[in-house]
C-alpha cells in the first residue's frame, strides 16, 4: 500500500493492524508518533529539515516564541548580521539585570522563558530592532488539510513504525510492539546518521558515473 499522504498512511496503519475500527483513534497515534519523533530527532542531531526562520521586531523586552518553536539556534540584528545576540538561561539574565546600571538599551543577550524570548537589556524609548531567528521547529502536522510534509515525503517508515508503536498501549497486550519498537528506532537512527553525512559530507558528483558510464 501506497504512503504518499495522509489518508493512505491512515489506510496502511489501519491495515497493519488488521483492524478497521480505530479511525478516530488511528488520527491520535499519528499525532502522538509525530510528537515523539520531533523529540528525538531534535536530540539526536536535529536535522536541517527542522531548521526554520523567522523576521522579527524586537521593541519589547518579552516576545512570543513561533508556533512551532523546539529551541533557538541564533538571533541577529538585520542591519548586521554578524551581531549575534548572546543565549542565557533565565537565571543568568537576572543577574545581568541585578549589576547593570540601567534595563534598556540594545539588547545583547536573549533567553527562553516558557513561551516567550526575553531580550536584556530590553528596548528602551520606543526603539524597535529587526532581527532574524533562525530555530529548530517541529514536525508539520498531517491533517487532511495538510496531507503530506518532509518527513512523510523522505521518510514514509518513520511515521508507519512510530505510529504502530502509539498504537499498541491502546491495543494493550499486542506481542507485535518489540518488533516495531525495534524498527522504529533503526529508522530514526538512520535518519539522523543520514542527515549527518549529507552535512558533513565533501563528495561531489562525478557526471559519467551518474549517468551510468563506466
Request: with cysteine; charged share 20%.
Amino acid at each position: 500500500m501506497a504512503l504518499a499522504n495522509y489518508s493512505q498512511l491512515k489506510a496502511s496503519i489501519a491495515d497493519w493492524l488488521n483492524r478497521a475500527d480505530l479511525t478516530a483513534a488511528i488520527a491520535d497515534f499519528i499525532t502522538l508518533a509525530e510528537a515523539q519523533i520531533s523529540r528525538r530527532l531534535v536530540m539526536a542531531g536535529p536535522v536541517r529539515s527542522m531548521m526554520g526562520r523567522s523576521d522579527a521586531v524586537i521593541d519589547e523586552e518579552f516576545a512570543a516564541v513561533p508556533a512551532d518553536f523546539m529551541g533557538a539556534r541564533t538571533i541577529n540584528f538585520v542591519e548586521d548580521r554578524t551581531r549575534l545576540l548572546e543565549f542565557c538561561t533565565p537565571e543568568q539574565i537576572n543577574q545581568k539585570k541585578a549589576q547593570s546600571v540601567s534595563l534598556t538599551g540594545t539588547p545583547r543577550f536573549f533567553a527562553v522563558v516558557g513561551g516567550e524570548f526575553q531580550f536584556f537589556p530590553a528596548p528602551g524609548d520606543g526603539a524597535s530592532y529587526a532581527a532574524e531567528l533562525t530555530y529548530w521547529k517541529r514536525i508539520p502536522a498531517l491533517s487532511d488539510a495538510a496531507p503530506s510534509n518532509w518527513l512523510l515525503s523522505l521518510h514514509p517508515d518513520a511515521y508507519l513504525y512510530g505510529a504502530l508503536l502509539q498504537a499498541a498501549p491502546y491495543l494493550k497486550d499486542d506481542a507485535r510492539i518489540q518488533s516495531w519498537g525495534t524498527f522504529f528506532e533503526t529508522v530514526l537512527g538512520d535518519i539522523a546518521a543520514t542527515d549527518r553525512i549529507e552535512r558533513d559530507s565533501t563528495f561531489q558528483a562525478v557526471p559519467h558515473l551518474a549517468h551510468g558510464a563506466p
